[in-house]
T-cell receptor, first 114, second 115 residues
Framework: GENVEQHPSTLSVQEGDSAVIKCTYS??????FPWYKQELGKRPQLIID?????GEKKDQRIAVTLNKTAKHFSLHITETQPEDSAVYFC?????????????FGQGTTLQVKP | EAEVAQSPRYKITEKSQAVAFWCDPI?????LYWYRQILGQGPELLVQ????????DSQLPKDRFSAERLKGVDSTLKIQPAELGDSAMYLC?????????????FGPGTRLTVT
């Protein structure tokens, strides 16, 4: 079945710097790749996603890139702020429509130091 | 903005007891998911419903876990008997599930502690 590997497990940056989190997946049929942000004690929140027919997507300070050939995708956060500190999860979807399910990575704890 | 509701938020139980968690998805979302999240790890799918039917329960420990969504709206996840290793966050999520993506929205979760 699908396997998603996420790196690094922890990431510490200075406020204003950029942060990059990388994920690889194993199932070449995966077609949907969301990123979730989870603050301590709170629910995972969908922050951005990308579909397999797109190579890059941006939303303000957040961007995601997808390399289908290499089977990896990355989250890029620019101009980091202390409120960006959280655990970030990548996921890959196998199947489609009503039968699709998400396989999550192990998470990256991002700390943004003021 | 509509959100997924879950209750209780916290549950402490002794091993061998029965526990039940409830989830109410976003209105109109046909697909409902139950996940287990162990501290420091990503969510792991336990069971997926499409309306009232189970689509995937391959990772559900069926000897002690059960899930139902009788009317295709809210859902209940039960553990009987609970074991120490069941201590985790139990998350419910829902999605409209249209072709091209399965945007899932999570509830606040139930933090289960088994003593």
């Amino acid at each position: 079945g699908e396997n998603v590997e996420q790196h690094p497990s922890t990431l510490s940056v200075q406020e204003g710097d950029s942060a990059v989190i990388k994920c690889t997946y194993s199932d070449s049929a995966s077609n949907y790749f969301p990123w979730y942000k989870q603050e301590l004690g709170k629910r995972p929140q969908l922050i951005i996603d990308i579909r397999s027919n797109v190579g890059e997507k941006k939303d303000q300070r957040i961007a995601v890139t997808l390399n289908k050939t290499a089977k990896h995708f990355s989250l890029h956060i620019t101009e980091t702020q202390p409120e960006d500190s959280a655990v970030y999860f990548c996921a890959a979807s196998t199947g489609s429509g009503n039968t699709g399910k998400l396989i999550f990575g192990q998470g990256t704890t991002l700390q943004v130091k003021p | 903005e509509a959100e997924v509701a879950q209750s209780p938020r916290y549950k402490i139980t002794e091993k061998s007891q029965a526990v039940a968690f409830w989830c109410d998805p976003i209105s109109g979302h046909a697909t409902l998911y139950w996940y287990r999240q162990i501290l420091g790890q990503g969510p792991e799918l336990l069971v997926q419903f499409q309306d009232e039917s189970v689509v995937d329960d391959s990772q559900l420990p069926k000897d002690r876990f059960s899930a139902e969504r009788l009317k295709g709206v809210d859902s209940t996840l039960k553990i009987q008997p609970a074991e120490l290793g069941d201590s985790a966050m139990y998350l419910c999520a829902s999605s409209r599930a249209y072709s091209g993506g399965i945007e899932q929205y999570f509830g606040p979760g139930t933090r289960l502690t088994v003593t």
